[in-house]
């Protein structure tokens, strides 16, 4: 079956210093891939998704950056958080038939 | 830009009672709508979709409606329960579109 990981659950950054989130999916081939943003008590945003390898598209522009140096992992980036980059970062994947959400990670840059 | 919006952003239930979740869309090129359920701390979990050549889907206890002549969705969720309390998302999808919109989410609370 599908799974679908991401990590950490919780971080705490002080604004300025660098991101990494990992996301990474089980069981499927070549997915179109998602990261989105939700901020507290919000709906979620869009900001990247890639339909393969190598391929990422940008929906706003922003601190944030995307890549997918392989077919089942997609890792959202920032070199310099800012205090605006707080939210839910949400993964999902989907192919053909719905999309499936990982846990989240939590970030609150300080 | 297309956006997908809710019209109530909290609905109280009494539990035992139906719930109905409603949607408006304005993308017309649009052809799949998913409902998704969001706990608290939680990623979405789809509930049920539904594409554009069905006006009518029944799941467990849940129901989704879609009118494409007003582009409104709803959701109905029979005889709800305290572990429906959640925050309710519409999202839709574009005929080939790789990319889901969604609405800003209505909150329930079943109140026992």
């Known amino acids: 079956s599908q799974t679908i990981h991401q990590w950490p659950a919780t971080l705490v950054q002080p604004v300025g210093s660098p991101l990494s989130l990992e996301c990474t999916v089980e069981?499927?081939?070549?997915?179109?891939l998602y990261w989105y943003r939700q901020a507290a008590g919000r709906g979620l945003q869009l900001l990247f998704y890639?339909?393969?390898?190598?391929?990422i598209s940008s929906e706003v522009p922003q601190n944030l950056s995307a890549s997918r140096p392989q077919d089942r992992q997609f890792i959202l980036s920032s070199k310099k958080l800012l205090l605006s980059d707080s939210g839910f970062y949400l993964c999902?994947?989907?192919?053909?038939?719905?999309?499936?959400f990982g846990s989240g990670t939590r970030l609150t840059v300080v | 830009g297309e956006s997908v919006g809710l019209h109530l952003p909290t609905l109280s239930v009494q539990e035992g009672d139906n719930s109905i979740i409603n949607c408006a869309y304005s993308?017309?090129?649009?052809?799949?709508f998913i409902w998704y359920k969001q706990e608290s701390g939680k990623g979405p979990q789809f509930i049920i979709d539904i594409r554009s050549n069905m006006d009518k889907r029944q799941g467990q206890r849940v129901t989704v409606l879609l009118n494409k002549t007003v582009k409104h969705l709803s959701l109905q969720i029979a005889a709800t329960q305290p572990g429906d309390s959640a925050v309710y998302f519409c999202a839709e999808e574009e005929a080939a579109g790789n990319k889901l919109t969604f609405g800003g989410g209505t909150r329930v609370l079943v109140k026992p």
């Open positions: 999902a994947w989907e192919l053909g038939a719905g999309y499936t």
């Open positions: 069981g499927t081939s070549n997915p179109n």
């Open positions: 890639s339909v393969g390898i190598g391929q």
């Open positions: 993308n017309s090129a649009s052809d799949y």
